[in-house]
């Protein structure tokens, strides 16, 4: 099948390559000309585990290319996925600016039928929004919507449905080549049983085994994105607060996490206590819904607090920092290991260790940081985020190797749960710190092993035997 991928950030690059991947011949479209010529030598412009290698295989192969032609890009497939970005406007709610001038273009060049994909993130509403524009677009070429028998023989048909994603990065190859599940919101009309035929037609490899599509009305497919991501922030802001309250009572939340989770009801899944959630997805969504409850005249509680918690509990390595070394924090230097949002990614869009790095600067102390991938990113973010505090900047050093970070530090912050991280030379680590101190953001260490070794361990809801003796006392 002939396919169009307009955007390739995230979502579109992934979704582009994977379909490439399983025999369809695919566009992709970008208006960054750069970044067009990066992806045309090979080069992928995101960090994402085995997408590099896919990329290659498939452009060499024939089945995959990249145009900064729009008029091209659009006559090339009969599905044409929307894939660019939405991020938050000043109100919260998502910016459906991109994905609406996409819309614009699909109707300036369309020539044949076509079936328009969105596979961003928009809020409820929007295909029916993309939907109009593209009418609006044939009209003014002369081509109205039919009305009884009247019918321009000339004009191309076309249907707008909904196919929400459902990647993890870090694991977006994978999670796309095997899906849980494929949602697909499609119009009750005779476009919209071409466009179901079509997309079954489109991701027929992933249903051999058993069905995993799921077809509803479009509205509904638009909200199922949002409602999933809000459950999973919900499951972790509320393990993050009970992970609290542990600390307060002599409890292991990691041992209630396990005892939560063998119930099959709950699960394992986003039941980590940590320093809170960050990405592209979890943060702009819980806003955008939020704003879309207000325009309702409605107040999402449990939303509210979502929010809340994990706002604050970015801070909690720095209130634990400032317990056990005291308010002044001047002339004082922290190494941090981990920088990206989450592991296997770059991403440090909304990312713990930038509230981390700021407050510490703030209260006095200087930074060594590492991170195995996202240096690069992570270095482009704090030039963009802090260019105005030039004395922030300045005390943010840059390591190429997590032990190179230690030299000279008063204490461990680990932020991000890289597999690097989960066996680490405990030796070496209180040799170079000054005090053997480690805050643990993503409690990968058991305490006792850790106190047995001499090294202070400050973990998130965990408390070993010594800790719970001095609560009791």
Same mark, same amino acid.
């Given at each position: ?45 995101? $960090? ?219 699960? $394992? ?205």
């Amino acid at each position: 099948m002939k396919v169009t991928v307009i955007g390739t950030g995230y979502v579109g690059l992934v979704t582009g390559t994977c379909l490439a991947d399983l025999g369809n011949e695919v566009m992709c479209f970008d208006i960054n000309q750069d970044k067009v010529a990066q992806l045309n030598a090979g080069h992928s412009p995101i $960090y994402e585990s085995g997408l590099d290698s896919l990329i290659d295989k498939n452009r060499l192969a024939g089945r995959l290319h990249f145009s900064s032609n729009i008029e091209a890009s659009i006559h090339h497939g009969e599905i044409l996925f929307i894939a660019v970005g939405t991020p938050p406007g000043e109100s919260g709610q998502a910016d459906t600016s991109q994905v609406l001038e996409v819309a614009r273009n699909i109707g300036l060049w369309m020539r044949t039928d076509k079936v328009v994909v969105n596979k961003s993130t928009v809020p409820v509403g929007t295909a029916d929004a993309v939907h109009g524009v593209i009418e609006r677009e044939l009209a003014k070429r002369g081509w109205f919507k039919p009305v009884g028998e009247l019918q321009h023989e000339a004009r191309p048909e076309f249907c707008v449905i909904s196919n929400p994603e459902f990647l993890k990065e870090g694991s977006a190859v994978e999670d796309f080549m095997r899906p849980d599940r494929i949602i697909l919101g499609i119009p009750q009309s005779p476009q919209g049983l071409r466009a179901r035929d079509l997309m079954r037609q489109l991701y027929a490899p992933f249903n051999r085994h058993h069905e995993r599509t799921l077809i509803m009305s479009v509205r509904s497919s638009e909200f199922t994105k949002y409602a999933s991501n809000a459950m999973l922030a919900t499951r972790i802001s509320f393990m993050n607060e009970l992970a609290n309250l542990a600390e307060k009572i002599g409890v292991d939340i990691e041992s209630v996490r396990q005892g939560m989770g063998s119930d099959p009801r709950i699960g $394992y899944s986003f039941l980590y206590a940590g320093t809170g959630y960050g990405g592209s997805c979890f943060p702009k969504d819980i806003k955008a819904l939020q704003q879309t409850a207000q325009i309702n005249a409605m107040h999402l509680h449990v939303l509210n607090a979502v929010e809340s918690v994990n706002e604050r509990q970015k801070h909690l390595l720095v209130k634990k920092v400032l317990t056990r070394f005291g308010e002044n924090l001047t002339g004082m230097v922290f190494a941090v290991w981990g920088l990206a949002f989450k592991p296997n990614t770059d991403d440090m869009r909304e990312a713990p260790s930038l509230v981390i790095m700021k407050e510490l600067i703030q209260l006095g102390a200087s930074v060594q940081v590492f991170d195995p991938v996202a240096t690069e990113a992570a270095k482009l973010e704090v030039k963009r985020e802090w260019s105005q505090e030039p004395e922030i900047l300045d005390k943010v050093v840059f390591t190429d190797h997590e032990y190179k970070a230690l030299i000279g530090a008063d204490a461990l912050l680990i932020v991000t749960e890289w597999k690097a991280f989960r066996s680490p030379d405990f030796a070496l680590i209180k040799s170079e710190l000054r005090t053997p101190a480690i805050f643990d953001g993503r409690n990968l260490f058991e305490p006792e092993d850790l106190v047995g070794l001499g090294i202070e361990y400050h973990g998130v809801g965990r408390l070993n035997q010594l800790a719970f003796d001095a609560i009791q006392q």
